[in-house]
């Protein structure tokens, strides 16, 4: 019983461990086919050449700035719902679930399916050149004269990874865009709502609006200048031409087994050794031409500037709608004080003539009184023109001071 009990332990320590680093991934390959299996980390790090760290930035949990990482034998890509693994046969996918997920994997095999559809195969190339220049030949033979014949070549197709990783950037700006639209959309009409009533409701539309703004430009940045360094760095791009690694790793393998053989030939017949410098076998082009990804780069480079273009002119708008309010705000706080200045010079001439009025009523002995008796309506008119002209003096001393501004 005890090791029956070891025994099953063992195994669902094995299996809690298995689970914990066994994911499913979507696997595409290079002829469109897509199926789920369940690969351990180590199985899909023997299987792509990468390391752990690059494994952890296409964790879906985890909230990793965009990457465009070229490797030995992998490109990985993390733009923004997109965690792939691209290889030179192969494309896997973390988080297949999500729906934006489900439309670039359509949108991939569209490309795959499409494009194997319009290549022509070498033979059938060689065969069409070959005719090409036999029909040109019968043509200038009469003449006598040389003419050199140049065969213009077909489209040149993309390597798969080239496709995928087309795809991966299509579906990051689309993604990126749409929500640039649906932010354009909400933004101006509520910009201009608040420029023309200032509420509480409407200052906290912009208020969100404006993180929105804030959180989306970051994550465009963050994609353009990763776009940027890929273009600044041609080693980097180097890195990405998966299928021509390849090629060239099969032409070293079939350089070194006709030199192995040449060299058994030669120790045979004691003739000098065979060497693969003298220029009988053409060198193996360690300089790759990146043109092609080049300007697939900056095709999408342009697209993720106009959309950063577009975020721009819209932070500028909600800025210039910030100063617009600022400016309403402070003519309202203007004249706000100056209706306090106002209220409070009436305050001081209604207290003068409380004053007034407070000197004639109080029954003690004046002066004043012993003569002619002072009649009541003069008095009255005479302390209300006072303060009228004495309000009248004031408001004309804070015009000239440009204290008040009537």
Known sequence: MNNNHSSSSSMATKLKKGMSVVKAWLAISESGQSSIEEIGKHSIMKRTGLPARDLRALDPLLSYPSSILGRERAIVVSLE?????????EVFLINY????????????QHRIVFGNNNITSPNQAM?????????????????????????AAGPKALPF??????????????????????????????LDELTSKISTLNLERVRQIKSR???LSGRVQKVRDELENLLDDDNDMAEMYLTEKVADAHAVDQISIIEEVDDGESEADDESVYDPKAGDYSEINTNVDIEELEMLLEAYFAQIDGILQKLSGMSEYVDDTEDFIN????????????????????????????????????????ALFDGK?????????????GCIALFLVLLGWGKKKKILAL
Request: aromatic share 6%; hydrophobic share 45%.
């Open 373 to 385: 008796p002072i009649q009541f309506w003069e008095t009255v008119i005479g302390t209300c023109g």
């Open 161 to 190: 990874e080239f496709k995928a990783l087309e795809a991966c950037l299509e579906s990051a700006c689309r993604c990126l865009e749409s929500e640039t639209r649906t932010l354009e959309e909400e933004a101006y009409p509520a």
């Open 97 to 108: 679930n999500n729906p934006l997920v489900v439309q670039f994997v359509q949108d991939l």
């Open 81 to 89: 719902h997109i965690r792939a693994i691209i290889t030179a046969k």
């Open 127 to 151: 065969d069409h050149s070959g005719r090409e220049m036999e029909d040109a030949a019968e043509e200038i033979e009469g003449e006598g004269s040389t003419i050199n014949v140049s065969v």
């Open 327 to 366: 400016i309403m705000l402070d003519d309202k706080q203007n004249q706000l004080l100056q209706m306090g200045v106002i209220l409070s010079a009436t305050n001081m001439i209604l207290n003068a003539g409380i004053a007034v009025v407070g000197f004639f009523g109080m029954n003690i002995h004046v």
């Open 213 to 215: 703004l804030v959180a």
